[in-house]
């Protein structure tokens, strides 16, 4: 497949591993063959070539679970399409399960995965005895079986992808190594190979593996991953045919086993592994192997032969210690990189490269052909992470305990402990006092709930109430019924200076920021389409100064969104996040405890709802602003980072009607939005839906001067009635109030799929579970069509009846905000 070097191509794709030749095959079957694939060593190289070869559908989200069904119907026809030889075994996987917690997280992962329209058969022990007849099954209570998976020989994939996209026209290069990026006026304009080449692009594609980071990072391109050990072992062969037994999964025992023609295959996700330590990784490594680890390997291989008795028989033949890549979270990097225009990035695959390329390469490639993201990809955007995150020593901690999130159980909430803290509030410390039991956000900490003071609160994790529920009702009911007191300092911030800072915002935003200077504005920033690129707040704090306010994981993404924007205009783009901390204080006798201390009137006639004042609170001074996202009256109170603890002590040392108020986490801010149907990013909002179909019509400027990106779609979208809406956001509050939701359950109208909820918490003040989720019906979403319906939701494989409103279940008027 070696070809010569072209001098130019409109996209060049750095990497020939699984990851690089799909994005190649599906550019060319996309129309696209001014396509050049450089790949340092040979096709299939990297990772993918000691990968184990499993293609698994069921994923803890829909847009994994359809990226991975995209690449096993790929697959199942690729070699008959090429001519390479694949190896196509659908043999289907079997996930077993020793307790009655690990069924639960089937079903629950079972039913988004039957929602795609994926098979899935729940099975009992006696059946997954019978698809893999060497397994001990006295300790397993059932399973959950996807008969239409399979396996593959992984580099026969890359290669037969390389040939498919050959086959079309594009241009495949072998022994190219990439040493640079050309990079002009701020935009990439083409790569340098270690010959001497450089070949001018339009577009670069870093699908490199682990070798990605090392490239990006000269650049300004933040790409955190590093290396792990990941290690099976192959067993000798045994007799008879056992080729078509079912690729399993004991996440239980931290193993799966496959087998491979007349072996089988012992691989484990350890709940600890090893970071390989190497900076930068070497080369060329491409086909290489670390050192056999068999005392590492020794947990997993015990539960192995726990489960497989025969491995003990027939014993081993080969061991395989590969590095992978892994991020911080253990979702891949696929997107732009938001430093550089004309980078995107594809890497950091988690060890399911193999199970996820095919739908990658189609997901990037259409977004490379048609300007936008096919789905919702925000999980997997680059700019999720914040640039400390991309800190070698943090992410060597991090991915030891990575690679064994595969085989955690999938509770709710599961927060990640290594690495930590990597960034802290100003008020980080008073939080720890009072017994904060933390969560973290692209590597902020944050208060997800509150303890007994000076201790560290445990955690119990399920899938029903877990351990901090009385806790969280405590807070969210202060917020409710007297004052509960946040540290949202987390919050993205963003200033945009200068005499054309209006126009550009304008611009960029679907609402009219143009309001006088000490009010504030929600708005929308969208695509040409009309879909959600973000949504924020904005604070006009003088006629050319703007502040934005956005979410934790937003603000890289919007920090380049806007900067873009604003190119070639008389104004100025910064991220000022940690100059200030964010205090919030809600609820109805916020006002009460507040007035003695500040020296404004916080009168409603004086300080009305979307108001923000320059305040002065224990001789400081700081912005307040009259918003909520928990449906209260309250203030955010913007602080110079230097006083916030000198504020909070203030706040937090007077009282109102004799109490004092709760500090509060952000497990209450999260069902105290859901009483009120607030929207969040990444779950009711994302690029897949508009401000119409999300019920946010409200926070668009229809009519203003000079209109908005997106308004012409979103009008034509508008003109259809509300009624008429194929998709539309609904509330839904679970009738029995011992039920528990979390989001990601299906749902379900007169006994037909309806959707699944988006986010779920328990609403204290409306006495059950409340969620969010998308209705969807071809002839309309309408007021009176949802009033004709019964409603369930699913959990754990039973339906339970739930109510459906177009409206919050909680202050539907808003007088509670407003009074």
């Known amino acids: ?83 390479e ?33 994926i098979d899935v058969e729940m099975v009992g022990k006696q059946e997954a005895i019978d698809l893999f007849p060497f397994q001990r099954a006295d300790d397993l209570v059932g399973g959950l079986y996807i008969p239409d998976d399979g396996k593959v020989e992984p580099a026969g ?165 590969g590095p992978e890549s892994f ?57 999720r992470f914040a640039p400390e995150q991309d800190n070698l020593e943090y992410l060597r901690q991090r991915v030891t305990e990575a690679l064994g999130t595969h085989y955690l159980m999938a509770y709710p909430n599961r927060e990640l402990l290594t690495g930590r803290p990597l960034r802290t509030s100003p008020v980080h410390e008073t939080m720890e006092r009072a017994g904060a039991w933390f969560g973290e956000k692209a590597g902020m900490e944050r ?8 201790t560290r609160p445990e955690v119990e994790y399920s899938f029903g109430r877990q351990s901090w529920f009385e806790n969280h009702r405590r807070e969210h009911m202060a917020a409710r019924e007297h004052v509960a007191v946040f540290d949202q300092s987390g919050f993205g911030k963003l200033e945009v200076v200068g005499p054309d800072a209006l126009t550009v915002l304008n611009r960029l935003c679907a609402n009219d920021v143009d309001v006088a200077p000490g009010h504030l504005v929600y708005t929308a920033m969208l695509d040409d389409r009309g879909r959600f690129f973000s949504d924020l707040t904005v604070l006009r704090l003088a006629d050319d100064r703007f502040r934005l306010i956005t979410g934790t994981a937003q603000r890289i993404r919007d920090l380049w969104h806007v900067r873009r924007g604003a190119e070639g205009a008389d104004c100025t783009v910064e991220d000022v996040t940690g100059e200030t901390a964010v205090i919030s204080v809600m609820g109805p006798n916020s006002r009460a405890l507040l007035q003695p201390i500040v020296d404004a009137d916080l009168a409603n006639g004086a300080f009305p709802f979307g108001v923000v004042q320059e305040v002065v609170i224990n001789e400081r001074r700081l912005h307040a602003a009259r918003v909520t996202y928990v449906g209260e009256l309250g203030w955010e109170l913007h602080i110079p980072a230097a006083d916030a603890r000198d504020v ?15 500090l509060a986490g952000h497990y209450a801010i999260n069902s105290l939005r859901l009483e009120k149907a607030y929207r969040a990013w990444g779950h009711e ?99 009176d069509w949802l009033q004709a319906g019964a409603y369930a939701v699913e959990v754990n494989g039973q339906r339970h009846a739930v109510e459906a409103s177009l409206k919050p279940f909680y202050d ?3 007088s509670r905000v407003l009074s």
């Open 327 to 383: 991020t911080p979270d253990s979702n891949f990097l696929l997107g732009p990189a938001p430093s550089v225009p004309g980078v995107w990035i594809a890497a950091g695959m988690n060890s399911a490269g193999m199970a996820f390329g095919g739908g990658v390469g189609e997901a990037l490639a259409s977004w490379l052909i048609e300007g936008y993201a096919p789905f919702d990809l925000s999980m997997v955007d680059p700019a």
């Open 685 to 783: 909002l994302s690029p897949d839906e508009t401000p119409v179909e999300a019920g946010l019509g409200f926070a668009v400027a229809w009519d203003k001067p000079g209109g908005f990106i997106g308004r012409d779609a979103l009008l034509a979208q508008r003109e259809t009635g509300a009624n008429a809406l194929s998709k539309r956001l609904v509330g839904f509050r679970a009738l029995d109030p011992e039920l528990t939701l979390w989001g990601g359950e299906r749902l379900w109208r007169d006994n037909e799929p309806l959707g699944y909820t988006t986010s779920g918490a328990y609403g204290h003040a409306v006495g059950g579970a409340v969620a969010l989720g998308y209705a969807k019906h071809p002839e309309g979403v309408s007021a």
């Open 1 to 83: 497949m070696t070809a010569t070097v072209p001098s130019r191509a409109r996209i060049v794709i750095i990497g020939g591993g699984v990851i690089g030749t799909s994005i190649a095959y599906h550019l060319a079957k996309g129309g696209e063959r001014d396509v050049v694939v450089l790949e340092q060593s040979e096709i299939g190289g990297g990772t993918t070539w000691h990968a184990a070869g499993m293609v698994g559908r069921l994923r803890a989200s829909s847009t994994f679970a359809r990226m991975c069904d995209t690449s096993a119907k790929l697959y199942a026809g690729l070699e008959a399409e090429t001519g």
């Open 85 to 117: 030889k694949v190896d196509w075994r659908q043999c289907g996987t079997l996930y077993v399960a020793r307790n009655d917690e690990r069924m639960f997280q089937y079903r629950r992962t079972g039913a988004m995965a039957q929602h795609l329209g």
């Open 157 to 321: 994939v890359a290669r037969a992808l390389a040939k498919g996209a050959e086959m079309r026209g594009v241009t495949i290069c072998e022994h190219a190594r990439v040493t640079g990026l050309r990079v002009e006026n701020g935009r990439a304009t083409g790569v340098a190979l270690d010959d001497g080449h450089v070949i001018e692009a339009e577009e670069i594609v870093l699908s490199g593996g682990m070798w990605t980071r090392d490239l990006a990072r000269e650049y300004g391109i933040n790409v955190p991953l590093a290396p792990v050990e990941h290690h099976y072992a192959d067993s000798n062969p045994i007799p008879g045919d056992i080729d078509m037994y079912p690729c399993t999964r004991d996440a239980d025992g931290c193993t799966y086993y496959l087998t491979v023609h007349d072996k089988i295959r012992l691989g484990a996700f350890q709940a600890v592994t090893k970071a390989w330590e190497v900076d930068p990784v070497p080369y060329p490594f491409s086909f290489a192997l670390l050192e056999d680890d068999w005392e590492h390997f020794e947990p997993p291989l015990t539960e192995g032969k726990h489960r497989l008795p025969i491995l003990e028989e027939v014993g081993f033949e080969r061991f395989v210690n």
């Open 648 to 662: 909070l002590w203030k706040i937090l040392s007077v009282e109102a009607d004799g109490e004092a108020a709760l």
């Open 812 to 814: 539907p008027d808003r």
């Open 447 to 454: 208060p997800n709930f509150f303890g007994d003071p000076g």
